[in-house]
Structure formats: structure tokens, C-alpha cells
T-cell receptor, first 112, second 113 residues
Framework: QKEVEQNSGPLSVPEGAIASLNCTYS??????FFWYRQYSGKSPELIMS????GDKEDGRFTAQLNKASQYVSLLIRDSQPSDSATYLC????????????FGKGTRLHILP | GAGVSQSPSNKVTEKGKDVELRCDPI?????LYWYRQSLGQGLEFLIY????????KSGLPSDRFSAERTGGSVSTLTIQRTQQEDSAVYLC???????????FGPGTRLTVL
């Protein structure tokens, strides 16, 4: 059974600080990884995807991947109150036809 | 372009009635997912369609739940003999196999009285 683990939170971070969201996964065959954001009462939307070990930056967001440790993280720099949401991690297997499994998500609260 | 659409947006039904929820995926997307999300909870996977392959029904919570995808496009999730615990938001998402990025619809909020 493939598992995706995220700390449910809530994670409280002061405005302007760095928020660090973590995700571990059990399937060593996972090849790509997605981070989604879900605002309360809304549907999830993609923030970033990462395929290679290391860091990938997009604006204030940085995704970090370590396949050997089966660990992927999302850093949010200069956190804003508008970043308050639930962040979902979703690894994808090598076989593109396999379904993608989401973690339960981490609730992030940015303190003004 | 048009995104994923779902109908109805809200559905109130009485316990024991059957309901049908509809999902129109993005044109050309071969993969389609149904999820259920109860208040304050994570996404609960229900069923996955990929192209012409047999659907992955491993997430359906009981045999009261079923889903179809006609012509590789529109999908309908049917819940028979609804129970109060079926009350939730039902989300549909579609994706291309090449990218895997899921695009979610706005959801259907189901309330069973």
C-alpha cells in the first residue's frame, strides 16, 4: 500500500518568515511530485511540480526533493496571510497510468 | 479554455434516495478522478479512470457507490440509498497522462437529511 505522510498541522508561521512543509512517501518508484494548495471551501490547485533531486524555485516557493530519503518539501519565503491554506503533497509513480495518491495535507496559518 | 465542470453545485436529498453527480473533464484529458472530502478532512480517493483501462474502484466505500465514464469523457458518480454519512463535497479532477497535473472541478456539495 503506497503511503504519503504529511504533518496535519496546523503549522503557524509569522508573516514574513519561511514556512517549511514536509512530505514523506513510501513508493521508491515515485518519479515526480506535485504540491497543491487548497483554500478553505475551494478546490485544490497546483503550485509546483518537481522531478529531479535538488531544489526548484518559483517565485517565493521552493520545492526540495531527496529521492534517497523519500522526502519532498515545500518552502514558502516571505510568508503572507494569503498563503494560509492546506498544502497537499502528491507523488507520482514511474508508470504514468498509475493513480496519483494525495497526502492528507498540512494546514498552514500565517500569523499577521 | 474551459476547465472541469461539475453539476449540480449543491444537492440536498433525503436519506434513502439515489443521487447522480456529473463531471465534465477538460477535453482531451484521459484520466479522471473522483474524490470525497468531508468537512475539515483530506481528499478521500474514490475511483480513477484512465483511458480505456478498467477503472480503479479501490476507493469506493461501499457497493452503494458506482461510477461510469461514457465515451472517455463525461463521468457520473451514483450513490444509491444515500446515508447521512455520505454528506460531503465530491470533487472531480482530470489530467493528461503525460503531465499528471490534476485540474479540479468546483465540487458538488451533497447534504443528506
Amino acid at each position: 500500500q503506497k503511503e504519503v505522510e504529511q504533518n496535519s498541522g496546523p503549522l503557524s508561521v509569522p508573516e514574513g518568515a519561511i514556512a517549511s512543509l514536509n512530505c514523506t512517501y513510501s513508493d521508491r518508484g515515485s518519479q515526480s511530485f506535485f504540491w497543491y494548495r487548497q483554500y478553505s471551501g475551494k478546490s485544490p490547485e497546483l503550485i509546483m511540480s518537481i522531478y529531479s533531486n535538488g531544489d526548484k524555485e518559483d517565485g517565493r516557493f521552493t520545492a526540495q526533493l531527496n529521492k534517497a530519503s523519500q522526502y519532498v518539501s515545500l518552502l514558502i519565503r516571505d510568508s503572507q496571510p494569503s498563503d494560509s491554506a492546506t498544502y497537499l503533497c502528491a507523488p507520482r509513480a514511474m508508470n504514468r497510468d498509475d493513480k496519483i495518491i494525495f497526502g492528507k495535507g498540512t494546514r498552514l496559518h500565517i500569523l499577521p | 479554455g474551459a476547465g472541469v465542470s461539475q453539476s449540480p453545485s449543491n444537492k440536498v436529498t433525503e436519506k434513502g434516495k439515489d443521487v447522480e453527480l456529473r463531471c465534465d473533464p477538460i477535453s482531451g484529458h484521459t484520466a479522471l478522478y473522483w474524490y470525497r472530502q468531508s468537512l475539515g478532512q483530506g481528499l478521500e480517493f474514490l475511483i480513477y479512470f484512465q483511458g480505456n483501462s478498467a477503472p480503479d474502484k479501490s476507493g469506493l466505500p461501499s457497493d452503494r457507490f458506482s461510477a461510469e465514464r461514457t465515451g472517455g469523457s463525461v463521468s457520473t458518480l451514483t450513490i444509491q440509498r444515500t446515508q447521512q454519512e455520505d454528506s460531503a463535497v465530491y470533487l472531480c479532477a482530470s489530467s493528461l497522462a503525460s503531465t499528471g497535473t490534476q485540474y479540479f472541478g468546483p465540487g458538488t456539495r451533497l447534504t443528506v437529511l
